[in-house]
């Protein structure tokens, strides 16, 4: 019975104070003078040293700023930005993933002629998936794929093209490409320079459950 006692002591002393709380709120209440003003009613609040307060909770204000245009631009160029690796992601990871096949196929194949045909065989795959895609594509989401196929393949589109068709074929797609503003040559630094796409990319990658 000792332990008993010991163990519900707490819990008395606290249903001791919450009951002598509620009677003291009772009592101020009931000897609480209304004056001809004092027409809303509030909450009792209790501070630490257990003096009553009245309390209300305010409706909330919102503030908003005016964007402006230096941000106005950022979050428009963010935006076509994400437009464009959204796009051309799916793209880029299922030409990486030929391209990267088609270079586990050729390690130490020397005969040009069995080279060649691996290229070929996949080559058509690759234009049987993305030919019409592709040519919907505006110049700027091709210079994100661009940089994507970098990302998937660790090569540019240059090298890949040079390796696969040839320096001849990679020069002429170089001279096509700059007459519409861009570069097969193209680089990717996910941690620097391109560290917008990487991000974009990442959330891609999730969106699309890669």
Known sequence: MKA??????PFILISSLLVGRQLLAQQLSSSLQLGPYDSIR??????ETG???????LEPLYLFAQMTAKWRKYYQAWGRLKNAVYVTYPYAKAA????NQINQELVGV????????????HEKELKEKFSSKLRNLSVYQGKVLMKLINRETGNSCYEIID??????????????????GSSLKQS????RDDRSIEILAQQAAAYYGY
């Open 188 to 191: 990717y630094d996910g941690a």
């Open 110 to 121: 020397t005969n040009k002629r069995k080279r060649k045909k691996i290229i070929k065989s």
């Open 51 to 57: 003096i009553p307060v009245p309390t209300s909770e």
């Open 4 to 9: 008993i006692s010991k163990i519900m002591r």
């Open 42 to 47: 509030v909450e009792l609040t209790f501070t």
């Open 96 to 99: 990486g993933s030929v391209i």
């Open 163 to 180: 390796e696969y068709k040839g320096d001849f074929s990679a020069v002429v797609y170089q001279g096509v490409a700059k007459i519409f």
